[in-house]
T-cell receptor
Framework: DAGVIQSPRHEVTEMGQEVTLRCKPI?????LFWYRQTMMRGLELLIY????????DSGMPEDRFSAKMPNASFSTLKIQPSEPRDSAVYFC??????????????FGPGTRLTVL | GQQLNQSPQSMFIQEGEDVSMNCTSS?????WLWYKQDPGEGPVLLIA?????ELTSNGRLTAQFGITRKDSFLNISASIPSDVGIYFC?????????????FGKGTKLSVKP
């Protein structure tokens, strides 16, 4: 079975450039999550979707970050303009159910972003 | 925000030894999950716990959901070199958003052959 797919795996860009990260959740899963991982702050939830609708975006650091989920099999996280402090590993995860009592999230391999 | 206190931060053990790590909080949780992360990879789910007092095993791994619902532990028996990695606890707060998984800072495990 294919797990969560993320692309690119690595991205190096210059400050001010637009960055788009992509995610394909596990087929049949109806919740999708974007996380950021840094040494200082660990794993932080940025935003999550249920049935393609954003449910909680309170973790999105600022207006430079935006996320979309146009359909059940694709989501993007965009940073525009990017800054060096955005450098981190960004993970996408999906979950098969949104009901209480069943919250297992499955993670993709991550995108390592470096902003110079 | 809410925090999970995970300890120890790191462990250096000999192959064959048992390992124990835990997470505690001042808040009550509905769900506890334990993940392992290898370098350059995403976290992989090891064990999920949904009821206070629940004790669940997955091979050499055993985890428990604390009775108070404020803590959880993970034990690894007879460690082997491939157990090396960072182990994270994660939980969903009682009354919190069902998608909001809060992560501990991780326990880095090193195993000497």
């Amino acid at each position: 079975d294919a797990g969560v797919i993320q692309s690119p795996r690595h991205e190096v860009t210059e400050m001010g450039q637009e960055v788009t990260l992509r995610c394909k959740p596990i087929s049949g899963h109806n919740s999708l999550f974007w996380y950021r991982q840094t040494m200082m702050r660990g794993l932080e939830l940025l935003i999550y979707f249920n049935n393609n609708v954003p449910i909680d975006d309170s973790g999105m650091p600022e207006d430079r970050f935006s996320a979309k989920m146009p359909n059940a099999s694709f989501s993007t996280l965009k940073i525009q303009p990017s800054e060096p402090r955005d450098s981190a590993v960004y993970f996408c995860a999906s979950s098969p159910d949104y009901d209480p009592g069943y919250n297992e999230q499955f993670f993709g391999p991550g995108t390592r972003l470096t902003v110079l | 925000g809410q925090q999970l206190n995970q300890s120890p931060q790191s462990m250096f053990i000999q192959e064959g030894e048992d390992v124990s790590m835990n997470c505690t909080s001042s808040s009550i949780f509905n769900t506890w999950l334990w993940y392992k992360q290898d370098p350059g990879e995403g976290p992989v789910l090891l064990i999920a716990l949904y009821k206070a007092g629940e004790l669940t095993s997955n091979g050499r791994l055993t985890a428990q959901f604390g009775i108070t619902r404020k803590d959880s532990f993970l034990n690894i028996s007879a460690s082997i070199p491939s157990d090396v990695g960072i182990y994270f606890c994660a939980g969903i707060l009682y009354g919190g958003s069902q998608g909001n998984l809060i992560f501990g800072k991780g326990t880095k495990l090193s195993v000497k052959p």
